[in-house]
């Protein structure tokens, strides 16, 4: 690059961020930079700058949503100079007041006025109900606004006299009219490179290792995490830390092991290792190495948990980054660096081993062979699939998001072992990542999964080409028996809708996540001390500023924690780590779990081993049903919120090694339960399992709406009938007797069918008029 142009590019680049004002945040506050320091953070020593115009992807402001903004409420106690307004003038009447409240509300101009001063329509209005309380139900106003009021009722003021006090009341109520300006500079996260100081002031060398999987790609950046004086891993998983973990120490090279939920230093002093692997929320954007993996990086657009790889690749202060990642993040990443000063160096690999779709459907469990694997996105499913499979005389392991890592590797184990009869797998995309499965063939069960979007709303949607890779994937892998992989479905309809998915190339990745840290929210609630945790997070998303290369992540299991414990007395930042528990919010045991947590902790009282004991009920008893076995998967996600919050308040948490001790024994009670799942399927309600005939009446009923599609010949009935009772159209028992029709009609000839068709018409009608009623 020329001079001239360099000069260019830095100065276009200094000229936009000075000329926006941007606020960068620290963890000291908020500070404007000045030119000077604006070319230190942005010229690398050694490098020609080379900075991409960001404006032509900036977001524009968005409008503040004043909904957020909760009145605050006042203290109604007498003013300080009493009666002497009335003293002055004369008692106010209060039917005259209400006629010059009301007027002065009507009045377009001071709208307008109020609105040019941040009160929208929505503030004023609620701002101008709590004057009218305030005034109408006080015995005695403030002399100064006595004397104005009596002024207008007498003819001697005019009704915009008001305006200033109605202001300094709104400003009261709403006290963030007065530091909009300070929240949007807090708020304001279009810099985000600039963060993290520590790794600006380095060169860091990016090497991108791309390639889908079972490509060898995350195996070359960990030969060079292992050859190197110092290292960081940073994985999405606990089980791809462990493997890291276990690899490193095996090859000789000391690695300490940090999760959310466990510290394992190798030295027997505690002192730490120079390589350490982790998973990536708990990443040291402070310590230096030499070498840092960042794993599946394609995850940086995750709506969740994106920021936690933005961070990461941001922040990591280490001479080389190497990046393990799809295609589809190349471009963006290397985006992303042009912002930074670094350049991205790209290595390509392809796929070690062959997988191939196959032409046919799977179509009936007696069509199973080894090395096959089930991939359902419900445990009820595999519930069923489990129960089918077993009755047929084979042995089935059992894979789920829910299960403790030590069930999943032990189920995983199993399924491996060439000497153990067990050949079948049912289990979800949890075994997409951090588990290596010796599987011949993928076999999806169904195409459609439940899935959050971006307003936090759960939806089915059919499977992006993304996630249907990254589970076929996991056939035929380089390390398994198994060298060459397929790939097919459970339904013939579906796999022409599988080709169609593996067929289109990956949706390139275009932002990244954000979140906003507890610095920051503390510099909100120092300006609006009276404001819920919930709603200060509502407030700061609303105000913020992303540039066109970022998002801010979903907040919402964070504010669903924040209301739990709103009543509960805690200072703001033990309040904010609190909700960042990472905890699954659908089990009702978990939360209430959470809540007597977060209740004894406001006590000052120590969660010690035996009030936990208590509170779980310990020593627990083997499942009998699948109702304790999900109960127990609870119990162990409890103990593993007092592990995460023990390396958080390490005074108030202080039996770990005893908690962990009961965690393995539970482990230890689920993989016993998992082993015995089909005895604990039947032990429980039958409803937990449909029978096979309404079971593919729903699947072919989702997949046709996944496609917008009619079902091809032959599902056309199940199809009908499946939606017929969804739309409430038919109630189950009609449905029951219309198919022990139907099966019967098959033995008459012609007319016995039309008749059907008839009868199907009517109870139809008849079905829709009893639901009606």
């Not at 083997?622 to 103990?639: G, Q």
């Amino acid at each position: 690059m020329s001079a001239n142009r360099t000069v260019y590019f830095v100065f276009s680049r200094l000229q936009r961020l000075f000329n926006t004002r941007t606020a960068h945040t620290t963890a000291g506050g908020c500070r404007v930079i000045s030119v000077s320091r604006l070319l230190l953070q942005h010229s690398l020593p050694g490098s020609a700058v080379c900075c991409r115009n960001v404006s032509s992807k900036s977001v524009p402001p968005k409008a503040l949503d004043t909904s957020l903004f909760v009145p605050v409420s006042l203290k109604t106690d007498d003013p300080t100079d009493g009666t002497v307004g009335a003293e002055l003038t004369q008692p106010l009447d209060k039917n005259e007041l209400l006629k010059v409240l009301n007027k002065f509300y009507k009045r377009k101009e001071m709208q307008k006025l109020a609105a040019d001063h941040g009160l929208d329509a929505r503030l004023f209005h609620q701002a101008f109900i709590s004057f009218r309380k305030y005034i109408l139900e006080m015995t005695s106003l403030p002399a100064d606004l006595h004397i104005i009021l009596s002024d207008i009722c007498c003819n001697a003021g005019h009704v915009d006299d008001i305006y200033p006090y109605f202001m300094r009341h709104a400003k009261q109520i709403f006290p963030m009219l007065d530091c909009m300006d300070d929240l949007r500079k807090i708020s304001d996260l279009r810099v985000p490179a600039n963060w993290y100081p520590e790794a600006r002031a380095i060169q860091r060398k990016v090497i991108f290792h791309s390639g889908p999987t079972n490509s060898g790609k995350t195996y070359h950046a960990i030969q060079r995490y292992l050859a190197a004086k110092s290292g960081v891993y940073c994985g999405p998983l606990k089980l791809l830390a462990h493997e890291i973990f276990e690899k490193s120490n095996s090859a000789g090279v000391p690695c300490d092991l940090v999760t959310g939920e466990e510290r394992t230093f190798v030295d027997p002093e505690g002192r730490a290792a120079g390589h350490v692997a982790c998973t990536i929320e708990m990443c040291s954007v402070n310590t230096p190495y030499e070498v840092a993996v960042i794993d599946e990086i394609q995850m940086i657009r995750d709506s969740s948990r994106g920021w936690a790889w933005t961070r990461a690749l941001l922040g990591l202060c280490a001479e080389e980054i190497h990046v393990c990642g799809e295609a589809a993040a190349v471009d963006f990443i290397r985006e992303l660096m042009f912002t930074t000063g670094e350049e991205v160096e790209v290595h390509t690999y392809k796929r070690l081993t062959p997988f191939s779709v196959l032409d046919h459907a799977v179509e009936t469990l007696d069509n199973l062979r080894p090395g096959d694997c089930i991939v359902c996105f419900s445990k009820n499913d595999i519930y069923s699939l489990n129960r089918q499979i077993e009755a047929r005389g084979q042995e089935c392991a059992v894979i789920y998001g829910s299960l403790p890592p030590g069930t999943k590797l032990s189920q995983a184990k199993k399924f491996n072992d060439p000497d153990d009869p067990c050949k079948i797998l049912v289990a979800t995309d949890a075994i997409g990542m951090g588990l290596n499965l010796s599987i011949k063939r993928i076999i999806f069960n169904s195409l459609v999964k439940p899935n959050i979007n971006e307003k936090g709303e759960k939806q089915m949607e059919t499977i992006s080409t993304s996630q249907a890779l990254q589970i076929a994937g996991r056939a035929g892998r380089f390390s398994s028996v198994f060298k060459e992989g397929e790939v097919t479905t459970m339904h013939r309809d579906d796999l022409p809708v599988l080709k169609e998915i593996l067929s289109h190339s990956v949706d390139p990745i275009e932002t990244a996540g954000l979140h906003p840290t507890a610095e920051q929210i503390e510099m909100f609630a120092y300006q609006l001390p009276d404001a819920t945790l919930s709603n200060l997070i509502d407030i700061f998303v609303s105000l913020s500023q992303v540039d066109g290369l970022y998002f801010v992540c979903n907040i919402d299991d964070f504010k669903f924690l924040a209301d739990m414990i709103q009543h509960i007395p805690l200072n703001l930042r033990s309040r904010y780590v609190f909700c960042t528990a990472p905890i699954n919010k659908k089990q009702p045991f978990v939360c209430t779990s959470f809540l007597k947590f977060a209740r004894q902790f406001s006590r000052d009282e120590p969660l010690t081993f035996d009030w936990v004991c208590r509170h779980i009920g310990w020593p627990l008893a083997a499942p009998r049903n699948i109702k304790d076995l999900v109960h127990l998967e609870a119990v162990h996600d409890v103990l593993d919120l007092y592990l995460w919050l023990s390396y958080r308040f390490m005074d108030m948490f202080p039996d770990t090694a005893a908690i962990r001790g009961i965690q393995q024994e539970l482990d230890n009670t689920i993989q016993q339960g998992v082993r015995n799942i089909t005895r604990l399927i039947r032990a429980s309600d039958p409803n937990l399992s449909d029978p096979p005939e309404q079971n593919a009446a729903a699947a072919a009923s989702s997949r046709s709406r996944s496609r917008g599609q009619r079902s091809p010949a032959g599902m056309t009935e199940k199809s009908l009938a499946s939606r017929l009772v969804k739309d409430g159209l038919l109630t189950p028992d009609l449905l029951k007797q219309l198919q022990r029709e139907w099966s019967k009609s098959l033995r008459l000839e012609g007319g016995g069918q039309s008749l059907l068709g008839e009868e199907l018409n009517n109870k139809s009608i008849k079905g829709k008029r009893k639901n009606k009623k």
